[in-house]
């Protein structure tokens, strides 16, 4: 019965997409550190009204990556806590997964 709740599909989705931004965030991350330290990236990139160069859009990128990945978690946990308390009675518990995770 809890895990036949309409929450978890909302609170699994919304974290695992949370995650996912925060995945290319790092990944951008790391591009952008490369860069910093060979250079090798030098192109620029159509984006827009202009012209942005690799550093740039791959910092543009990040910010976006983070501003789309932090929400997702925030309600991630909300709907998260809504499912236990559907599903026992209380919104948190104490549980060491719960805990934990």
Known sequence: ?????NWL???VI???LGYAAFAVSCCVSLLYLMNGKWGDIQSPTQIGKGML??????????YR???MGFPFPTFGVISGAAW????????????PKETWS
């Open 53 to 62: 160069k690799a550093d740039e859009l791959l910092d543009e990128i990040n």
């Open 9 to 11: 599909t909302i609170h």
């Open 14 to 16: 919304t974290c695992f």
């Open 1 to 5: 019965p809890a895990l036949q709740s």
């Open 84 to 95: 236990a308390n559907e599903a026992w009675g209380s919104y948190w518990s104490w549980d």
């Open 65 to 67: 990556a983070i501003a």
